[in-house]
């Protein structure tokens, strides 16, 4: 079941990483940073208090969302 989310989860994040990517150099930096903010971040925050006792796959999967999102 959890694995059903996390997968969910970095495919729209990804999704939205691959949308921000085209306009990045139409904004500016704090108007990026706050679409991540929205549009990632608040995804894989939302499940964080279930992820505690996941595999290691399955959290490694969320942070190279965190990363690129970086």
Not at 18 to 34: A, G
Not at 48 to 61: E, F, H, K, N
């Amino acid at each position: 079941m959890m694995q059903t989310h996390v997968t969910k989860t970095v495919s729209s994040c990804f999704a939205a990483l691959r949308q921000l990517h085209s306009v990045w150099r139409s904004v500016s930096d704090p108007v990026l940073q706050t679409f991540v903010m929205a549009l990632v971040l608040t995804k894989v925050d939302y499940g964080s208090a279930t992820s505690a006792g996941l595999p290691a796959v399955q959290l490694d999967r969320l942070q190279l969302v965190l990363n690129t999102a970086a």
